[in-house]
């Protein structure tokens, strides 16, 4: 399996890079070019900064739900982190789908079912999702034609919770599922994950791990502010609050277009919303735009395939014993 992701990696990376050369394409090229040269780097630590308190902060919550959920079994915080990580790699998929491999590495440690542990990575994706409304909301009086997708976003977050913990209509899904094609093999592992979906949705964990969510992503909208100001944008907390606004709600849109990343939809929306806002001339605001997301989204996947590589180096490959489970090899 790990073999099989470099190839997906490799044609992610192509496509985030004819992103970048399409907004460049659709912009002043010669104005990007001149905000690049002027760009003051010594703003750079300072994004990173944030942008690596984010990802802590959500490993934090990571290895919350794994002592939670008693699936921590000899996993220490140091493997916990390199899970975490290793995940990373795949935020580049269709709204982050793809870090279900957590879950696939997790079993190569401790056997936990791939079905059990992987309702955390819908429970790390609802509770990012809600942070980012929330941050949405503290810039929402900036762009009033943001508030509709607002507000129908809030109500199917809130609807979707509400379904889930409804035990008993999903039960009376399943018992219609087990009379299709496949669906007694099916049902059984939907159900497990179910169990665990509503575990973690609860209020008890659901609320702690938000706030959680809010803190880190709000790390990297500050990350994005000091991208503004190593453009030249004035300091002012008004800035902050746009930059706040303009990233929450440009991932948001990323992460409902289900497309790898949100290319092309989260640089777009960033880019007009920073155009419409600060505002800025379009070259400037692409160059922002592409700043922040070579410190975000591609650090990240960066640091993930680095992280994947020691998990490969230290755990080796997955060989069937006699058909049982899959063993580890050191």
Request: with cysteine; proline share 5%.
């Amino acid at each position: 399996m790990l073999a099989q992701l470099r190839n997906k990696i490799i044609v992610s990376v192509l496509l985030g890079l004819a992103v970048v050369v399409v907004l460049g394409l659709l912009s002043d090229i010669g104005q990007v070019g001149q905000s690049f040269s002027t760009f003051n780097w010594a703003m750079l630590p300072a994004v990173l900064g944030f942008t690596l308190l984010n990802y802590v902060l959500r490993w934090a919550k990571w290895d919350y739900y794994l002592r939670r959920m008693d699936m921590g079994q000899n996993v220490g915080y140091g493997d916990s982190g390199l899970l975490f990580t290793s995940g990373m790699v795949m935020a580049v998929t269709p709204g982050k789908v793809g870090e279900v491999l957590k879950s696939y590495l997790l079993k190569r440690i401790n056997g936990t079912p791939i079905s059990a542990s992987a309702p955390i990575v819908l429970a790390e994706r609802v509770t990012d999702g809600l942070a980012m409304l929330l941050l949405m909301g503290f810039g929402l009086t900036l762009y009033a034609p943001a508030r509709p997708a607002f507000f129908a976003l809030l109500v199917l977050a809130v609807a979707g919770l509400l379904v889930l913990q409804s035990r008993a209509l999903v039960l009376w899904i399943a018992e219609r599922m087990r009379k299709l094609p496949y669906g007694q093999k099916i049902v059984p592992r939907l159900l497990t994950a179910y169990d665990s979906s509503q575990r973690l949705l609860s209020l008890r964990i659901l609320l702690p791990s938000t706030l959680i969510s809010l803190l880190s992503w709000f790390g990297e909208c500050v990350a994005f502010y000091y991208v503004l100001r190593g453009l030249g944008v004035p300091e002012s907390f008004l800035l902050l609050q746009q930059a706040t606004f303009v990233f929450a709600a440009s991932t948001l849109f990323g992460l409902i277009s289900f497309l790898p990343g949100g290319l092309g939809v989260s640089e777009a929306s960033s880019t007009g919303l920073l155009v419409l806002l600060i505002p800025m001339a379009s070259g400037p605001a692409t160059t922002a735009t592409i700043i922040i997301r070579f410190c975000t989204l591609w650090f990240g996947v960066t640091l993930g395939a680095i992280a994947l590589a020691i998990f490969g180096r230290r755990y080796g490959e997955e060989r069937p014993v006699d058909g049982a489970e899959p063993v580890v090899t050191r």
